[in-house]
């Protein structure tokens, strides 16, 4: 049996409860709670990926809109923090829980994402290990909600106190992952590149690597040093030691499966065994399937580069 075929079959069953919670939540209340990070600037959770929202002098700028049917909440929840009109809408990457909401915002706003972002966002393919996508939400749109600007590794927006920064280090979650810094506040969005503490989803499906995300972790670290507060994709807010943390975190996680790799282990071996060293206090226990997937991907990416 191909890689492809037994690593969908590997995480099948765990993208199939993913899906069907995120399907009962989507049908539920459509609740949204508000953490209030500065006096301009709020994180809106629940619905899919964290949500942000900077206020400043002429508009709101937002940072993901979540699941399919969360832009109007998320557009209704802004009206009570501030009477001024939405004007940009950031997505850090491609993934349907971050930016399904953009076909209900209006047609006016600036949705701005990294350019391979735009391209895996006009396929849709879905993330590695879920059932494939049978719809496209933004060809079934007409193309609203889609990208109107890209950046490739750095984008400037606005000026001054309402300045907003966007960054690209390399692939990690996926090849289009976009950090989104809020200077004057000291305040960066991460995305799903830094969800919470746990194992990442590898999306190689949309250009995620399990060897580059260290890396691109650690670049994050070394370049962006005025910042205090990270919003994270999923959980709650980080901060840069977090960061710094996280990478070494996915380092160690590369080494022990290159090395068990080098000493013939089989995929198996390793995700049955493996173990989140007892100095990461905190981090979630993996999920079996993903941590399977992760290693399968890194096996795959270690065999494609010895053959070039």
Do not use: C
Not at 53 to 63: C, H, K, R, S, Y
């Amino acid at each position: 049996m191909k890689r492809s075929i037994v690593l969908g079959v590997l995480i099948a069953a765990g993208a199939l409860s993913l899906l069907v919670a995120a399907q009962q939540q989507a049908q539920g209340p459509k609740v949204i709670e508000v953490t209030k990070l500065k006096d301009n600037l709020f994180v809106l959770k629940g619905g899919g990926g964290n949500t942000a929202v900077f206020i400043m002098a002429d508009g709101v700028t937002v940072v993901d809109a979540k699941n399919p049917g969360w832009g109007q909440p998320i557009l209704d929840k802004i009206k009570e923090l501030t009477n001024k009109p939405v004007i940009r809408l950031i997505n850090t990457h491609t993934h349907a829980d971050h930016v399904s909401g953009n076909v209900e915002f209006p047609a006016t706003v600036d949705i701005v994402t990294q350019e391979n972002t735009k391209a895996n966002m006009e396929k849709m393919v879905a993330p590695t290990g879920f059932p494939p996508a049978t719809t496209n939400i933004f060809k079934e749109n007409n193309g609203r909600g889609m990208p109107k600007r890209t950046f490739k590794d750095k984008m400037s927006i606005g000026n001054g106190s309402d300045r907003v920064d966007l960054y690209y280090f390399g692939r990690a979650h996926t090849n289009g992952d976009a950090w989104v810094v809020f200077p004057s506040l000291r305040v960066m969005h991460a995305g799903d590149v830094f969800s919470g503490k746990n194992i990442p989803l590898l999306d190689a499906n949309n250009g995620g690597s399990g060897l580059a995300i260290p890396d691109t972790l650690q670049k994050a670290y070394d370049t962006v040093k005025e910042v205090d507060t990270i919003i994270t994709g999923h959980s709650t807010e980080m901060t840069r030691p977090d960061l710094k943390e996280y990478s070494d975190f996915n380092r160690e996680f590369l080494n022990d499966v290159r090395a068990a790799k080098s000493a013939g282990k089989s995929v198996d071996e390793v995700a049955s065994t493996w173990k989140i060293p007892a100095k990461y206090a905190g981090y979630a226990a993996p999920m079996p399937d993903r941590l399977k997937a992760n290693v399968q991907i890194v096996y795959d990416e270690l065999d494609t580069a010895g053959s070039r």
